[in-house]
T-cell receptor
Framework: GAGVSQSPRYKVAKRGQDVALRCDPI?????LFWYQQALGQGPEFLTY????????KSGLPSDRFFAERPEGSVSTLKIQRTQQEDSAVYLC????????????FGPGTRLTVT | GNSVTQMEGPVTLSEEAFLTINCTYT??????LFWYVQYPGEGLQLLLK?????DKGSNKGFEATYRKETTSFHLEKGSVQVSDSAVYFC???????????FGRGTQLTVWP
């Protein structure tokens, strides 16, 4: 079956531009996570949704980062006024349940801010 | 708080060599522990997991044992293959809503 998909796969933005990154989770998955992976580092948690409710946004690095999942399926991570330090791979993961289920990761969106 | 410390790479081995990648953790409560693998050009995949102390996770010839007394979850394989070349991430899931805490990753290259 289809896995987690993300688009675009690559995004180049000029500093100060706004970007929107999309995640299509596995159909029926309740939980959705966003992670940020800087070059040479492990993924760092950004935010978590259970259906359409954003239950944890403690990892969002600034108020320029915003995520939504309005219908409990597709999610969008938006970054306003991008900065060079936002350059990273943004990973989306979904899981069937709340805590004890495997997280399935998408291929990521590589964002480069110039 | 929760954190994972992982052996730094890169690790370069010949085919059929023995592999160990060290992972230690700090956690509150009773975490679950994971190894994820990222093959070139692909997304993160779960390799194995252990959900309580003394559990052994295993998959594709890889093993790791959850050691509470040493707060460790070292990854081992008795005989690596060229196809095992990838980046390996140790991770833990605490008790809060399923978020994962990852180590920095270890690049493994296996030569024929």
């Amino acid at each position: 079956g289809a896995g987690v998909s993300q688009s675009p796969r690559y995004k180049v933005a000029k500093r100060g531009q706004d970007v929107a990154l999309r995640c299509d989770p596995i159909s029926g998955h309740v939980s959705l996570f966003w992670y940020q992976q800087a070059l040479g580092q492990g993924p760092e948690f950004l935010t978590y949704f259970q259906n359409e409710a954003q239950l944890d946004k403690s990892g969002l690095p600034s108020d320029r980062f915003f995520a939504e999942r309005p219908e409990g399926s597709v999610s969008t991570l938006k970054i306003q006024r991008t900065q060079q330090e936002d350059s990273a791979v943004y990973l989306c993961a979904s899981s069937q349940g709340i805590e004890s289920y495997e997280q399935y990761f998408g291929p990521g969106t590589r964002l480069t801010v110039t | 708080g929760n954190s994972v410390t992982q052996m730094e790479g890169p690790v370069t081995l010949s085919e059929e060599a023995f592999l160990t990648i060290n992972c230690t953790y700090t956690a509150t409560g009773y975490p679950s522990l994971f190894w994820y693998v990222q093959y070139p050009g692909e997304g993160l995949q779960l390799l194995l997991k252990a959900t309580k102390a003394d559990d052994k996770g295993s998959n594709k010839g890889f093993e790791a044992t959850y050691r509470k007394e040493t707060t460790s979850f070292h990854l081992e394989k008795g005989s690596v293959q060229v196809s095992d070349s990838a980046v390996y991430f140790c991770a833990l899931r605490g008790s809060t809503l399923g978020r994962l805490y990852f180590g920095r990753g270890t690049q493994l290259t296996v030569w024929p």
